[in-house]
C-alpha cells in the first residue's frame, strides 16, 4: 500500500512495523496514523508514540516480534508508553553505543547517511527479521551480543553495495527482502545465504535506494511512499511474497530494468 507522512513519502522514517507491533509518529496528520490502524489492528497493536523527542520513530528503533531497541537518549516517558503498549512478550531495552549513524532532515528528502545530529539512529545501523540482524561492521562487540539476546537473532557484520549503514540500504522480513540497486549478483548471493531468504535489488520512490526510508514490511504486509512506481511496487510484492507473482519471467525482467536503468 502506497502511504504518505505529510509532504513526505519516506515513511520508514516516521514508522516500524514488525510481525508483533506498529509504531507510528506521534503529531502529524491522523489520515497516517488512521491508514495503518485500520490495515493492521486486527493482527498487531498500532502504538503513537516519539523516540528521544523526535518524530522520526522508524530510525531511531529497532526491533522484532521478539523484541525492541531504543536509544539511549530515550525518555523514561517514552519507554514506559512504549512498553505498556506492546504485547508483554516482547521484550523492550535501551542501548548505549558509540556509533551514531546519525542523520539530517530536508523538507524533499531525508537522507540517513549525513552527520548532523548526534542521537543514535538504530534503524540506519542494523536490519533484522525475526530471526537474523545486519550489523554495522564498526558496532560494538557488547551491543553486538545485547542485540542478539534481546531480538533473539543471530548477527552478522556486513556492508551493503559498499555501505556500512545496512539499516538504510535495505528491507527485509522472513518473506524475502529488497537491498540497494547496485549491489552485485555475488553480494546478493552471499547475502541471502545469510539471511536464509531470498533477495531483489530495487528502489523505492521513483528511484530512490535508501530502501529502508520509503518501505516497511512484515511477513503478511507492506507500506511504501506515495512516489513508489509501479515497476517498484512488482518487484517489492513479489519478492516480499505480498501477493503471488503470476508471472516470474515478468517480476524477473521488471526487477532487472530497475537495476539497467540506474546503471
Known sequence: MRHAYENSND??????????YCITAVGGSENFYSV????????VPVIKSSIAGTRLVGRMCVGNK??????????????????NSLPEAVLVQRVDERLSGRFTYSQHCLFIKFYFYDILALGNCIACNDYTALLHPDIDRETEEFICDVLGVEAFRETIAGNALVGSYCKFSSQG??????????????L?????????????????????????????????GL???STELNVIEGILK???????????STRAA???ALV
Open 192 to 224: 541471502s545465504s545469510l539471511l536464509q531468504v531470498p533477495l531483489a535489488a530495487g528502489t523505492v520512490n521513483r528511484g530512490s535506494d535508501i530502501i529502508s526510508a520509503g518501505l516497511i514490511a512484515n511477513d503478511w504486509s507492506a507500506f511504501c
Open 177 to 190: 527482502g529488497v537491498v540497494h540497486p547496485h549491489t552485485s549478483m555475488q553480494e546478493l548471493d552471499e
Open 227 to 229: 512516489d513508489t512506481t
Open 66 to 83: 521478539n523484541g525492541l531497541l531504543l536509544p539511549n537518549s530515550t525518555t523514561d516517558q517514552e519507554l514506559l508508553h512504549i512498553r
Open 11 to 20: 515513511i520508514g522514517v516516521f514508522a516500524t512495523l514488525t510481525n508483533a
Open 36 to 43: 495503518f490502524e485500520s490495515e493492521l489492528s486486527r493482527e
Open 242 to 252: 505480498i501477493r503471488n507473482v503470476a508471472n516470474n519471467k515478468s517480476f524477473e
Open 258 to 260: 530497475i537495476i539497467d
